[in-house]
């Protein structure tokens, strides 16, 4: 079946560092790709996606790209603020699979960032 | 805001007791997915209702059941509670035709259980 491996974390970093949470999937299809995010105490919230291959999605300085050779959409950011810290969670959604098209996510990654 | 709404947001409950669940979808979205989120599993999706059919169903136990009504909110009955139930169950819904997901799913904040 699919599935979708994070890094584990906490990962900690200071504001402004690079950041790059590592993300691969499994499917028998042609997935579509996503980033969620969620902030303590909130539902997840959609932050990029991506559709096909070499895609890349993009949204408040994050970035994914949808690599099929790899089997990888990675998120990156160039400079990470405080208010970036969250539980971020990769998912898949590949409809070749079971005939419909609900999320699998991957188990999140915690992102702590301090000042 | 995402416009989903979830209640109750907290609820502890002994073993072997039964609870239900409440979710209100954002206005003018018809299909409702359940997820469970746990410490160990994840997010784990349960079952989906688009238009108050049964769509899809995930990992859900028999012990637990769903439905959606004709004003298109969704229940989550669980019952026959186990420790292992313990967990922050989500609603989310979104507006795709057919019952097909683009994969944006709008997430209310959640009704956290805890079984004593």
């Known amino acids: 079946g699919d599935s979708v491996t994070q890094m584990e974390g906490p990962v900690t970093l200071s504001e402004e560092a690079f950041l790059t949470i590592n993300c691969t999937y499994t499917?028998?299809?042609?997935?579509?790709l996503f980033w969620y995010v969620q902030y303590p105490g909130e539902g997840l919230q959609l932050l990029l996606k991506?559709?096909?291959?070499?895609d890349k999605g993009s949204n408040k300085g994050f970035e994914a790209t949808y690599r099929k050779e790899t089997t990888s959409f990675h998120l990156e950011k160039g400079s990470v603020q405080v208010s970036d810290s969250a539980v971020y969670f990769c998912?898949?959604?590949?409809?070749?699979?079971?005939?419909?098209?609900?999320?699998?996510f991957g188990k999140g990654t915690m992102l702590l960032v301090s000042p | 805001d995402s416009g989903v709404t979830q209640t109750p947001k907290h609820l502890i409950t002994a073993t072997g007791q039964r609870v239900t669940l409440r979710c209100s979808p954002r206005?003018?979205?018809?299909?409702v997915y359940w997820y469970q989120q746990s410490l160990d599993q994840g997010l784990q999706f349960l079952i989906q209702?688009?238009?108050?059919?049964?769509?899809a169903k995930g990992n859900i136990l028999e012990r637990f059941s769903a439905q959606q009504f004709p004003d298109l909110h969704s229940e989550l009955n669980l019952s026959s509670l186990e420790l292992g139930d313990s967990a922050l169950y989500f609603c989310?819904?979104?507006?795709?035709?057919?019952?097909?997901?683009?994969?944006?799913?709008?997430f209310g904040e959640g009704s956290r259980l805890t079984v004593l």
């Open positions: 998912a898949l959604s590949d409809p070749m699979n079971s005939g419909y098209s609900t999320l699998t």
């Open positions: 499917a028998t299809g042609y997935p579509s």
């Open positions: 991506a559709t096909k291959a070499d």
């Open positions: 206005s003018g979205d018809l299909s």
């Open positions: 209702y688009y238009n108050g059919e049964e769509r």
């Open positions: 989310a819904s979104n507006s795709h035709r057919g019952g097909g997901n683009t994969g944006e799913l709008f």
